[in-house]
């Protein structure tokens, strides 16, 4: 699982899929000052298992969208 929060709280959850991937994404209005994110990443199997941290495997990508 992963998870987007916006000052300390969950915004927006994306839940594995039948591959195994997990994907999020959402448009965060921020304040302009004091507003925050955090991501976080999340493993239920039951089992140990790693993360992987390849450039083809983990990626977040994030962008400022401003009104005219």
């Known amino acids: 699982m992963a998870s987007i929060y916006k000052n300390g709280s969950e915004y927006r959850r994306g839940n594995y899929s039948s591959g195994g991937d997990v ?16 991501v976080y990443g999340y493993q239920s199997s039951g089992s140990s298992i790693s993360l992987t941290n390849t450039v083809d495997a983990t990626y977040f990508q994030g962008v400022m969208v401003r009104g005219a």
Do not use: H, I, K, R
């Not at 994907?23 to 955090?38: K, P, Q």
């Open 23 to 38: 994907c999020v994404s959402a448009l965060v209005y921020f304040n302009g000052s004091t507003d925050y994110v955090e």
